[in-house]
C-alpha cells in the first residue's frame, strides 16, 4: 500500500508560479512510475506530467516549456514546478504512483490562477 500527500496548490494570478510537492510512505522499495494528473471542472482527469525511475519524462502538450516534474534522491517525494500559469491551468492536482501492480492517487490540491 503506497500513501501520497500533496502539498504546495493555491490561488495565483496569471504568469505567476506554484510547486506543488507529493510525499509518498508506506513502501521501502523505490516506485517506478509516478506523475501529476488534473482535473477541472466538467472535464474528465487528465495527465500533466509523469516520471520513471531513470528520469525519463513525459509532458502534456498544453504544459510543456512551462511545467517541470522532478523526484528527489530517494525516489518517493515528487515536485511539480509550474511557471507562466494560465487561467486554463485551473484544476485540481493529483500525484498518482504505479507501484508493485497497483495504481495509488493522492487525495488532491486546488490550483486557482486568475486572470
Known amino acids: 500500500q503506497v500513501q501520497l500527500v500533496e502539498s504546495g496548490g493555491g490561488l495565483v494570478q496569471a504568469g505567476g508560479s506554484l510547486r506543488l510537492s507529493c510525499a509518498a510512505s508506506g513502501t521501502m522499495r523505490s516506485i517506478n512510475l509516478m506523475g501529476w494528473y488534473r482535473q477541472a471542472p466538467g472535464n474528465e482527469r487528465e495527465l500533466v506530467a509523469n516520471i520513471i525511475s531513470g528520469g525519463k519524462t513525459n509532458y502534456a502538450a498544453s504544459v510543456k516549456g512551462r511545467f517541470t516534474i522532478s523526484r528527489d534522491n530517494t525516489g518517493n517525494t515528487l515536485y511539480l514546478q509550474m511557471n507562466s500559469l494560465k487561467p486554463e491551468d485551473t484544476a485540481v492536482y493529483y500525484c498518482?504512483?504505479?507501484?508493485?501492480?497497483?495504481?495509488?492517487w493522492g487525495q488532491g490540491t486546488q490550483v486557482t490562477v486568475s486572470s
Open positions: 498518482a504512483a504505479a507501484w508493485n501492480g497497483g495504481f495509488y
